[in-house]
């Protein structure tokens, strides 16, 4: 209890709480929101028109780096000239140019659309008459009603509220009708997408992914028993189980943790060549080195040096010993027909043969290799774990959401309740109205921010197989926080403090606890909290489109990209990725859309009002998305529009919660039984509707065939081109031959390098026993391309970028580029998971050409045929050997121009095994700057890209 002094602030606190946003529903602030939400919109509007013809690099990176058959329609300099070709690109050209989930991401907005246009009518043409109608008579007798809350319904009572009931079928019905009718569209669409030839073509199409395989059947063979014993096709399958990579995922990921690090240092120290700071940069020893102490400082420059070359060792020893090590408890298994590999994955959807999973198998960039090794049980246990996680933050954000709503929005609110804090804001109101007007944005849009990161964390420790999965479960998680925090927990705390104001002072009046908790009235506080609240809602959904305008601006990106630039010291990786197209956030803003949504789904029977203003917000921001996909963001991992499902079960809670909220309005203002009743079907309506749709299209949605193979498409299938499938290599942890990074180092303090690296920068190798009876001419420097006659000077271990460089452009089709800011490289004209037909000779992935004449990727029976399975060579993924690229890595990426240099790219003289040579990147073009022997690697860039492991 509180003393009996505080009483006076005791009872302010109280009233805050009970009616937190009584300053917010006059009719003056939702015409002042509407006002400047409109004003500011056309104003970032017009901001976005005058700057986006001058800067292509933040606002047309797609039409800039894409191939021409994914790059947008083409853009003229005029004020609106975008208008007009992000109007005429219909759906199809949608598909092909952003992709199937950024297609269906439009059509959701749409749909949302045109069903809150539907709602309106039918909200506003019925709800609205009915509630100034029938509150008529409550008006005459009180004054003071603003003519905003006329419209909500807290004002009227009995049969009149029959009308409410109406429109929860009515609203039911046109919500059914358009998820239908859309679910259809998206079945016809991945009907499409199954049928196109860069799916026909690809690999993971007609590939099965079992995981949870037993110890004994983890062979090659072993997958082929387990499949069999689903489905026994005339087909055999060609099956490859996985090897164990044990420490190599956590040694490279420290290496290129390592290597941006050092990267960090180098900018900082060279930002200024002319004029190196007095002190070199210092760093913490990694706690993974037992060379140093614990926490002891050391050289950043030269302690990084030599980290990053130990990894590579450590990196390079575990690949050639994969071979050694035990099997893993997935695999995965191609067919020679995508619709013989659907067929079985439709029949073992259900079955667990030898308690094994078969699913269709992504694409190999969508995996999260870490996780597949997880036991079912495991899986479940974290998933459990982590989801206990989430309900905790879930709960404890409730209270600080309130407080900071209450009082950060408002800090003479505080003042009411602490005497002394209203003393100093009184004493410096200018300051505190400052802080007031940061305070409370800053502190929601930093949590929020990094909500859908610690999200996605939690995602990866429950055990997901796939980004794509991982980023479905991150959109559930984020709907569900936002439900209950941001709407439920939002809307109706002040009824809950209004309920026990109620109880309390019933107490007082000397009734007994039974009396008084019926005095207390729960659903009519309930109910008038949520018509209290609704204006708050509506005011806030105005402004998202103020939030929608500025996605169009860039603001964000484009004055982070000046400001870094200016006043911090990026690394060459850093800028090249500021000119790469971002990737769209499709967890985040599907989680935005199906929640705004539901807020107008909820609030309609309470004020109908906020259904145009749904309609509104998804028309203007549907059309400004559609103008961002097609030119500004990429789709990191495609799902071929997998997204749908998750968006329609959601829509279905929004509008199960809607009904819940009006029948609880029908029970609080009707005092009908039989009201109540009624409206109980509904829930057995949205039900049956799920389940019509679940049997009717999800087969059609996830599997291209569910019977036989089709006799024509049979005919299709060049067998010959199939031979080269490669799935172990294909379907290999890219940790066992993904290219280390390479510190990159700006041109303009290249002339730096050998003052401030203390150890090796000579391109030469120290001659051992190996190489002393050789000629001289292995010594040879490369020739310089900028002073004719002139050495190259040395520039291992490092990566030198020119400035003309820096740009994305020159690195597209770098696997470390490709990965992050291009998914699988389709954007580019580079997938990876493409099997071309016709050459069987060859395979195009990761951007590099590299021949695959070999046959040793293939398994042979006794009689020299094909058989299933694969057999690894020594050294299970071992360069060269599988990665048959000529022994010096003299290939060239595809997108680099013709840069070479003297003596670039031949196998040096005097290397008894010039399979050993090694590579590093000058500028954008590749040079020979290393040469070492089997017994000692002196290449610091051994491995890496000029070998593509």
Request: hydrophobic letters at 40%; proline letters at 6%; aromatic letters at 12%.
């Amino acid at each position: 209890m509180l003393p009996r002094q505080n009483s006076d602030s005791t009872g302010a606190f109280l009233e805050l709480i009970s009616d937190p946003f009584q300053s917010q529903i006059q009719q003056t602030a939702f015409l002042s929101s509407l006002g400047t939400s409109l004003l500011f919109t056309l104003a970032i509007a017009l901001v976005f028109c005058l700057l986006r013809p001058y800067n292509t690099v933040v606002y047309a990176p797609r039409s800039r780096h894409a191939d021409e058959k994914h790059a947008p329609p083409p853009v003229g300099k005029g004020l609106f000239a975008w208008v007009t070709p992000v109007r005429q690109t219909n759906e199809q050209q949608l598909v092909e140019k952003v992709g199937l989930d950024a297609a269906i991401f439009l059509r959701f907005t749409r749909m949302c659309r045109n069903i809150f246009l539907s709602l309106s009518v039918l909200g506003c043409g019925i709800l609205i008459p009915v509630n100034v109608l029938g509150g008529r008579s409550f008006r005459n007798n009180n004054s003071g009603i603003s003519a905003f809350m006329t419209m909500t319904p807290q004002f009227m009572w009995g049969n009149i509220f029959w009308a409410f009931v109406i429109c929860s079928y009515l609203f039911t019905i046109v919500i059914c009708y358009f998820l239908w009718h859309n679910y259809r569209a998206v079945v016809r669409l991945r009907r499409d997408y199954f049928n196109s030839p860069e799916y026909q073509a690809s690999l993971h199409a007609r590939t099965l992914m079992l995981t949870d395989i037993p110890k004994s059947l983890r062979t090659d063979e072993g997958i082929v028993k387990i499949i069999d014993d689903v489905k026994s096709t005339a087909e055999v399958p060609r099956a490859a189980i996985a090897r164990n990579a044990k420490d190599l995922p956590e040694l490279v990921e420290e290496h290129e943790e390592a290597v941006k690090e050092l990267e960090g240092h180098l900018a900082k120290y060279l930002r200024n060549p002319n004029k190196l700071p007095a002190k070199r940069p210092t760093c913490k020893a990694s706690r993974n080195d037992a060379s140093y102490k614990k926490g002891e400082t050391v050289d950043a420059i030269d302690y990084l040096t030599d980290r990053i070359r130990e990894l590579e060792a450590q990196i390079r020893e575990a690949r050639e010993s994969v071979d050694k090590r035990n099997a893993m408890s997935y695999g995965f298994a191609s067919y020679e027909s995508i619709d013989t590999a659907h067929s079985v994955a439709h029949a073992g959807k259900n079955k667990h043969p030898e308690g094994s999973t078969i699913r269709l198998a992504p694409k190999p960039n969508d995996l999260i290799w870490r996780n597949l090794p997880l036991s079912r049980s495991t899986r479940r246990w974290k998933t459990v774990y982590t989801n206990g996680w989430v309900a905790v933050l879930t709960v404890l954000w409730i209270v600080p959401n309130a407080l900071i709503a209450i009082f950060l929005t408002n800090l003479s609110n505080i003042g009411r309740v602490w005497p002394a804090f209203q003393t100093e804001l009184n004493r410096n109101p200018t300051l505190w109205a400052i802080i007031q007007g940061i305070a409370s944005p800053a502190i929601t849009s930093a949590f929020y921010f990094y909500l859908p990161a610690i999200f996605r964390r939690l995602s990866i420790r429950a055990g997901d197989l796939t980004k794509t999965s991982r980023e479905r479960n991150v959109t559930h998680k984020l709907f569900s926080f936002f439900l209950v925090n941001n709407l439920i927990a939002f809307s109706i705390f002040s009824a809950i403090f209004g309920y026990v104001s109620n109880v309390i002072q019933a107490k007082e009046n000397n009734s007994g606890t039974w009396d008084a908790l019926q005095n207390g009235h729960i659903f009519t506080q309930l109910m008038v909290a949520f018509c209290n609240v609704s204006p708050f809602w509506v005011t806030w959904l105005l402004q998202r489109n103020l939030g929608a305008a500025v996605d169009l601006s860039q603001l964000f990106n484009l004055a982070w990209g000046s400001f870094s630039r200016k006043f911090l010291s990026p690394t060459p990786r850093q800028l090249i990725e500021l000119s790469a197209p971002q990737p769209f956030d499709y967890a985040g803003y599907y989680n935005y859309f199906l929640f705004y949504a539901s807020v107008a789904l909820v609030f309609a029977s309470y004020q109908p009002l906020v259904l145009p203003v749904a309609a509104l917000y998804f028309y203007l921001d549907g059309w400004l998305k559609k103008y961002l996909l097609l030119y500004v963001f990429i789709t990191k991992y495609e799902s071929g529009g997998m997204f749908w499902r998750l968006i329609f079960n959601r829509f279905l809670i929004a509008t199960l919660l809607g009904n819940i909220l009006t029948a609880l309005l029908v029970y609080a203002q009707g005092y009908s039984w039989t009201m109540l009743g009624c409206m109980l079907p509904l829930v057995l309506i949205l039900g049956g509707f799920k389940w019509y749709c679940m049997k009717t299209f999800d087969d059609a949605l996830h599997f291209y065939s569910t019977g036989t193979k089709d006799p024509e498409n049979a005919a299709r299938i060049d067998k010959t081109a199939r031979k080269g499938d490669r799935v172990a290599v294909r379907f290999g942890d890219p940790v066992l031959y993904k290219p280390l990074i390479t510190p990159m180092v700006h041109a303009k303090a290249k002339h730096l390098l050998g003052e401030i690296y203390r150890g090796r920068l000579s391109s030469e190798a120290p001659i051992n026993n190996h190489t002393t009876a050789y000629s001289d001419t292995f010594s040879l420097h490369d020739m310089s391309a900028t002073q004719p006659g002139k050495a190259e000077p040395p520039s291992a271990p490092f990566e030198i970028v020119a400035e003309a460089d820096l740009d994305f452009e020159n690195y597209k089709n770098r696997p470390e580029f490709k990965e992050e800011f291009g998914g699988d490289g389709e954007m580019y004209g580079r997938p990876s998971d493409i099997v071309r037909p016709g050459t069987p000779g060859s395979v195009m992935t990761g951007g590099m050409v590299r021949s695959s004449s070999r046959d040793s990727e293939r398994t042979y029976t006794a009689e020299g045929e094909a058989g299933p399975g694969t057999s690894y060579p020594k050294g299970y993924h071992q360069t060269p050997y599988m990665r048959t690229e000529s022994p010096a890595g003299s290939y060239r990426s595809a997108d680099v121009g013709d840069q070479s240099r003297l003596m670039r790219g031949a196998s040096p003289m005097g290397v008894a095994n010039p399979g050993w040579a090694s590579a590093a990147m000058v500028g954008s073009g590749y040079s020979q700057v290393g040469v070492g022997t089997p017994d000692e690697d002196t290449s610091y860039d051994y491995f890496r890209r000029g070998r593509q492991l």
